[in-house]
């Protein structure tokens, strides 16, 4: 028996006025997760733990059986593994803004104009910083931002960001949050990071030619958000699993990463609106044929979420059900339909709402319940569970899992 799950960023909804006071997921046509739901049983879960608003990070850890409260120190770690970062053990990981300072470093820009183009050569000049005594790692990534790596002995993620937040403020120093000697050599350390960093971005060519053109000089770095690289047990040998992972966004990759999914990469799988969702179906169906467990997960329904537009997300939802078309042919294969998190459009941002799940195979028990949507599945056979409820159930589906007691 193998496991498909399948995630929804954002899936799970509030009542909208505008569709009758219905969820965009009662309301988009469904046919292929119409038919898989006869085959299964459903219930609702609450990610990390009722009334707790999950970022995607923590979400995905639980949902892959790791406890987040114990596993996630910040997001940093996971954008650097999807990069495809060589993140070691005890690694500090950052992520950072390149920004826009004057010369008393109050911030004009947080995001110096989202820059877009040059940033691998800026990353390239930041690399030439040497402090003494730690190895430091600039990558960039998408737009304006980018992860900073320190590695080496003594350093401590129990430190504060610098990131002002607003314009007009002076960057902040950053400073130790733990009484710890760790904490304050590596306060000390970014607060030379950034120093450093205007140093050898200021004059630099592309800056020059920004401010040229009138834009904004990515002159300095802002890193926040510093996370720790533990070791954990991955999939193989946790669950004797081969798992594999199908996504666009680099967080998403990053936890599968993080917890020792092999990550394929799929040409036009990009984590937004515009990503080949054949691709990625045909690609996860694939994989299964080699692996045990195939962790494929779709990012525009959150961005709809996130930009309030139900209609859009009805329009993935339904766009997503069409792609999922090769799924209802998989043989002896558990199918898994949930999401990491709701992402109402009327808040436009992540909630506690509980987000409907479905377990679908042969040998699942049919609950009777019909179609998928947030309201049907509260009917459905699973009742409520948790994120980290998800991965025991489904290894006992699949036979995997040994008796407790005599
Ligand atoms: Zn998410």
Redesign the pocket.
């Known amino acids: 028996m193998k496991a498909l799950l399948v995630i929804f ?2 899936l799970g909804d509030r009542p909208v006025k505008q569709l009758g006071y219905k969820t965009p997921l009662q309301v988009a046509e469904k046919p292929n997760l119409d038919k898989l739901s006869v085959t299964g049983i459903k219930g609702i879960m609450d990610t990390i733990a009722p009334g707790v608003r999950p970022g ?1 990070a923590p ?1 995905h850890l639980a949902i892959f059986g790791y406890d987040p409260y114990k596993y996630y120190t910040g997001r940093g770690i996971f954008e650097a593994l999807g990069m495809g970062l060589d993140i070691r053990e005890g690694d500090v990981v950052f992520r950072f803004n390149f920004a826009t300072v004057d010369e008393e470093m109050r911030v004009v820009d947080r995001r110096a104009g989202r820059i877009k183009r040059y940033t691998e050569d800026l990353a390239e000049a930041l690399n030439t910083i040497e402090i003494p005594g730690v190895e430091l790692i600039f990558k960039e990534a998408v737009e304006h931002r980018g992860v900073l790596v320190l590695r080496g002995e003594g350093l401590s993620w129990k430190v504060s960001d610098v990131d002002p937040g607003k314009t007009g403020f002076k960057v902040k120093m950053c400073k130790p949050l733990d009484g710890s000697l760790e904490a304050l050599r590596t306060a000390e350390i970014v607060n030379k990071v950034v120093a450093e960093s205007y140093r050898v971005l200021k004059d630099h060519w592309v800056n020059k030619d920004r401010i040229s053109r009138g834009l904004p000089p990515a002159n300095i770095i802002l890193p926040r958000g510093a996370s720790i690289s533990t070791k954990v047990k991955g999939f193989k040998e946790r669950y004797k699993l081969r798992a594999y992972c199908v996504a666009g966004g680099t967080l998403y990759k990053g936890v599968a990463k993080f917890v020792g999914m092999e990550v394929l990469n799929v040409p036009g799988a990009t984590g937004t609106y515009g990503t080949d969702y054949d691709a990625k179906v045909h690609a996860a169906v694939r994989a299964l044929k080699d692996g045990d467990f195939v962790y494929l997960h779709f990012k525009p329904t ?1 961005l709809a979420g996130e930009d309030g537009d139900f209609r859009r997300k009805v329009d993935i939802i339904q766009r997503i059900d069409k792609a999922l078309e090769p799924i209802l042919s998989l043989e002896d294969t558990l199918v898994v339909i949930t999401a ?2 709701s992402t109402p459009c009327s808040i436009k941002t992540h909630s506690a709402d509980p987000v409907p799940i479905m377990i679908c195979g042969e040998e699942v028990r049919r609950d009777g319940v019909k179609g998928f949507d947030e309201i049907s599945a509260a009917r459905g056979g699973l009742g409520r569970i948790r994120g980290l409820h998800l991965m025991p159930i489904l290894l006992d589906l699949m036979n995997l899992t040994e008796k407790y007691g005599a």
Request: glycine share 14%; no cysteine.
């Open positions: 960023d954002g995607s979400a959150d990491d998190h």
